[in-house]
């Protein structure tokens, strides 16, 4: 059985990869490591040790105390508190993911690092976007999340970790809020097209984006590290996606559920120039080909499941 530390387990990954984790290995067996506490409704599911990444000692005890065999380390800053905050964003992601791969060199961890379709930048061809490719990002997340691939990349050939990852699009969900990034219209969107029938959008109507539901982000992420280690001929960064969409289809899809739905837009210039820099669509076929990757949800998919979940759940509050 596995012993496995979920780093950044407070965010909207990680509380539901923790919660994941514990309906497959039993909840003695996940421990989660924030600087903050999970919300309400996560904090009696499994250990969680408050805990930051930047401080090696921190992560050691952590590691020692439950004797962990595999890290799934989110911790991170995203792309839009990022740009606020350059120098917290180097020091999380980078100081934060090489003390993880430096544990995991010398307590033989295995490791999933999620990248990020910011890893890719302005003169990277925008559609089908191929799994090797041209990376010079423009946002410090981006910088950051190239640098960390490579440092991946460094790990295993040099050291031997195991350490394995995809690169995430936008990334849908309904139970924790997104941290701070581009693609959080997409979430947003919801939460107010159901409270109050808008929604303000701060990217263009027509900017193309990956973007993938959780449960299937969920599903990558355990798929990538239980693929066969001989399978694979790429190990870190894969792109995976499972659709390319703008806030304009979001709003219509949506509009087939709450037909009086208005969408306005009022452009922030920082995130767009973001989401203009970054692909619209990803080619992954290397994740099908090397680890059987396939996605369930597509927008249509998305949209209702997200819509049924969320309804009751925000009508109970209000
Ligand atoms: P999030 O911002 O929701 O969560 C990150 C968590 O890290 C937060 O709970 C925060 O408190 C914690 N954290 C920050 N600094 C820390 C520190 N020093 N020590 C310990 N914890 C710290 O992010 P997320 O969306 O869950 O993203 C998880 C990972 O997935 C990140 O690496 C991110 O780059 C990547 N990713 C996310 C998306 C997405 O759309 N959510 C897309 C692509 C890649
Ligand atoms: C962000 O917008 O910063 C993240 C991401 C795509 O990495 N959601």
């Known amino acids: ?91 999380v992601n980078m100081d934060g993911l090489f003390n993880v791969l430096e544990l995991a060199r010398s307590h033989g961890c295995a490791v999933f690092v999620p990248s990020s379709i910011a890893a890719f930048g302005p003169e990277t061809p925008k559609l089908d976007t191929p799994q090797d490719t041209l990376q010079r990002p423009t946002s410090i997340y981006g910088v950051t999340k190239v640098a960390g691939e490579l440092l991946c990349d460094y790990y295993h050939e040099r050291f031997g970790v195991d350490v394995r990852g995809v690169r995430y699009p936008g990334i849908v969900s309904n139970e924790t809020l ?79 559920h709450i037909p009086g739905f208005e969408i306005q837009y009022e452009v922030d210039p920082m995130r767009q120039a973001i989401a203009d820099s970054w692909p619209d669509r990803m080619d992954d076929s290397a994740a099908r080909r090397e680890w059987g990757w396939a996605p369930e949800f597509d927008l249509e998919t998305m949209t209702a499941d997200m819509i049924q979940t969320l309804t009751p759940r925000l009508k109970l509050k209000s």
Not at 214 to 243: C, G, Q, Y
Request: glycine share 8%; charged share 25%.
């Open 178 to 256: 997104p941290g701070g990034g581009t693609t959080d219209y997409a979430v947003e969107i919801f939460y107010e097209a159901i409270r109050k029938g808008r929604y303000t959008c701060f990217l263009k109507p027509d900017t193309a984006l990956d973007m993938m539901y959780m449960p299937d982000a969920l599903n990558a992420a355990v798929k990538i590290m239980e693929a066969p280690s001989d399978k694979l001929i790429h190990r870190n960064a894969f792109n995976v996606t499972a659709m390319s969409i703008t806030p304009a289809d979001l709003a219509q899809e949506i509009r087939r």
């Open 1 to 91: 059985m596995k012993r496995i530390l979920v780093t950044g387990s407070s965010g909207q990954i990680g509380t539901e990869l923790k919660r994941l984790l514990i309906k497959r290995c039993g909840s003695e067996n996940v421990v989660g490591g924030d600087l903050k506490a999970p919300p309400d409704e996560f904090m009696r599911e499994g250990p969680f040790e408050r805990l930051d990444v930047t401080c090696v000692k921190d992560m050691e005890q952590v590691i020692q105390k439950y004797r962990i065999d595999t890290v799934f380390h989110l911790a991170a800053i995203l792309s839009a508190v990022g740009e606020r905050k350059p120098q917290l964003a180097w020091k």
